[in-house]
């Protein structure tokens, strides 16, 4: 079964709202999760590792303003995109990695489309 | 230069047929090597980790070449169902590297 959770699934908004996507680690106290984001085509590109407790740690060029982490407990961590724009639209994932560390679970993803 | 690349296909596979295809990183530190597959609008899948020796599940063969830096998926006895984009994952120092995928069709 699913050992990461994704909500919502699929998400449109207008420009210049704000959306919140969680990720829930169901079988496993995580203190780490990771968000990732997947535009057509191309790979996924780490936006930034989720730290329980403290702040995010976020990949060059990802404006930590725009895209805001918080990860208040061992099983939840949330995206907030602010602001959104159009060029926001993107299958945005989050993962937690294996007990052994070697490997990662995905949530199912949100796709966001900014209108 | 990418760090972690693949060829994106597609290739078009009949049913039963073999095909194979390789992905090759870029640092020579990279620890742990793995082989996700995802289908259209949804989350990568782990199909398998790649070992040294290389090794094999079920039709899935995966090999590493580190002198060379790629890693390779080989499916045989091709099913429609294994229509999907394999993805390439690279662990180096904890952190994961992606590839774009290649994509396989097969088709009846």
């Known amino acids: 079964g699913a050992v990461v959770s994704q909500h919502p699934s699929w998400v449109i908004c207008k420009s210049g709202t704000s959306v919140k996507i969680e990720c829930r680690s169901l079988d496993f106290q995580a203190t780490t999760m990771f968000w990732y984001r997947q535009f057509p085509k191309q790979s996924l590109m780490l936006m930034a590792t989720?730290?329980?407790?403290?702040?995010?740690?976020?990949e060059q060029g990802v404006e930590k303003d725009k895209f805001l982490i918080n990860h208040a407990s061992l099983t939840l961590s949330t995206l907030t995109v602010t602001s959104a724009h159009p060029e926001d639209s993107s299958f945005y994932i989050c993962?937690?990695?294996?007990?052994?560390?070697?490997?990662?679970?995905f949530g199912p993803g949100t796709r966001l489309t900014v209108t | 230069r990418k760090e972690v690349e693949q060829d994106p296909g597609p290739f078009n596979v009949p049913e039963g047929a073999t095909v194979a295809f390789n992905c090759t990183y870029s640092n020579s530190a990279s620890q742990s090597f793995f082989w996700y597959r995802q289908d259209c609008r949804k989350e990568p899948k782990l199909l398998m980790s790649?070992?040294?020796s290389g090794n094999e599940d079920g039709r899935f063969t995966a090999q590493l070449n580190r002198a060379s830096q790629y890693i390779s998926l080989l499916i045989r006895d091709s099913k429609l169902s294994d229509s999907a984009t394999y993805l390439c994952?690279?662990?180096?120092?904890?952190?994961?590297?992606f590839g774009a995928g290649t994509q396989v069709v097969v088709t009846p």
């Open positions: 790649v070992y040294s």
């Open positions: 989720s730290n329980e407790g403290s702040k995010a740690t976020y």
């Open positions: 993962s937690r990695r294996g007990q052994g560390a070697y490997e990662q679970y």
């Open positions: 994952v690279v662990n180096t120092w904890g952190k994961f590297q």
